[in-house]
């Protein structure tokens, strides 16, 4: 398999995805009472339009990168297997990140999630870069999200949110 041809796989279940995804959101999310254009469907939709319209730019790209370099270009496959590995970590992260949110809240599975996630998946070795990402991003969203757009965040069974 050709880097040209891999491009044009990805980009094609790219432009799939968003059309699924926009077709879906415009038939099964009601639409608005007010009579207003912005309605409750409106950014799903926008969603799957934008990843359509870059996909198919993904797909002209490759297009143009086979028409000046040629189709002759292999993919080099020894990085792979850590590809693999941050593919996999990442989901299984995500995974154990939305079920830790039931019982510990949010900004505390944020916190201990994120110094995982450089521990373990970055491989970051310096506690204090390590601190200070989890704590930052942590506080941060927590601040944004709850204080400044009054968004409820889960605190969790446990009851450790603020």
Same mark, same amino acid.
């Given at each position: 398999m050709t880097i040209i041809w891999r491009d044009r796989v990805l980009f094609g279940i790219l432009l799939l995805i968003g059309a699924v995804w926009t077709w879906l959101s415009s038939t099964t999310i009601p639409a608005g009472y007010s009579g207003s254009f912005v309605a409750p469907g409106s950014f799903p939709t926008t969603l799957g339009v934008l990843l359509m319209v870059l996909s198919a730019i993904g797909l002209a790209g490759s297009e143009l990168k #086979? $028409? #000046? %370099? &040629?189709? *002759?270009? *292999?993919? %080099?496959? @020894?990085?792979? @297997? +850590?590809? =693999?590995? &941050? =593919?996999?970590? /990442?989901?299984?992260?995500l995974i !154990?990140?939305? $079920? &830790?949110? +039931?019982?510990?809240?949010?900004?505390? $599975? /944020? $916190? =201990? &999630? !994120? *110094? *995982?996630f450089c521990l373990i998946v970055l491989r970051l070795r310096s506690w204090i870069l390590i601190a200070a990402l989890s704590l930052t991003l942590g506080l941060g969203l927590y601040l944004l999200m709850n204080k400044l757009l009054g968004v409820y965040l889960p605190a969790g069974v446990l009851g450790l949110g603020f």
């Open positions: #086979r $028409v #000046r %370099n &040629g189709d *002759a270009e *292999a993919i %080099n496959m @020894s990085g792979l @297997s +850590q590809e =693999i590995w &941050g =593919i996999a970590a /990442t989901f299984g992260f !154990v990140y939305a $079920v &830790g949110m +039931q019982y510990l809240g949010f900004l505390l $599975v /944020t $916190v =201990i &999630g !994120v *110094a *995982a």
